[in-house]
C-alpha cells in the first residue's frame, strides 16, 4: 500500500517535496518509480531508484531538476522537485516495480506503466506561470 503526498499549488521556479510511504511492504526490496499523468494525456515515467538506493534513473525533462530518493528508515521514497515549469502541472504516482533492476546492468530500469503495481492515489502538482 502506497500513500502520496506533498503535491501542491506553486509558482514557475517553486520547488516541492513529494513522499511516497508504504505500508505492508518494505519497499527496500523494490525499485521504486514515480510517474505522472498531466489532464488529457497517458501517465508518463518521471523517475526510478534502485532497491537499495544506489542508481536513479529520470526521465530527460526532469533531469537535473527532480532528485528521487529513498528512507529505509521511514519506509518513504522522495521526489525533490526544482525549478518547477507550468509543463509539470500533473497528478504524480508512486509503485513499485514488478521487476528488478540489475546493478551491473547498463539498461535503464523498469519505465513502464504495465511493469509497476501497488499504485498510490496520486498527489496533485498545479505549478502557474
Known amino acids: 500500500h502506497l500513500v502520496e503526498s506533498g503535491g501542491g499549488l506553486v509558482q514557475a521556479g517553486d520547488s516541492l517535496r513529494l513522499s511516497c510511504a508504504a505500508s505492508?511492504?518494505?519497499?527496500?526490496?523494490?525499485?521504486m518509480g514515480w510517474f505522472r499523468q498531466a489532464p488529457g494525456k497517458e501517465r508518463e515515467f518521471v523517475a526510478a531508484?534502485?532497491?537499495?538506493?544506489?542508481?536513479?534513473y529520470y526521465e530527460e525533462s526532469v533531469k537535473g531538476r527532480f532528485t528521487i530518493s529513498r528512507e529505509p528508515s521511514q519506509n518513504t521514497v522522495y521526489l525533490q522537485m526544482r525549478g518547477l515549469t507550468p509543463e509539470d502541472t500533473a497528478r504524480y504516482y508512486c509503485a513499485r516495480a514488478m521487476n528488478g533492476w540489475g546493478a551491473w546492468t547498463p539498461e535503464p530500469p523498469p519505465r513502464l506503466q504495465r511493469e509497476y503495481t501497488n499504485w498510490g492515489q496520486g498527489t496533485q502538482v498545479t505549478v502557474s506561470s
Open positions: 531508484i534502485s532497491a537499495n538506493g544506489a542508481r536513479t
Open positions: 505492508g511492504m518494505p519497499h527496500t526490496l523494490y525499485v
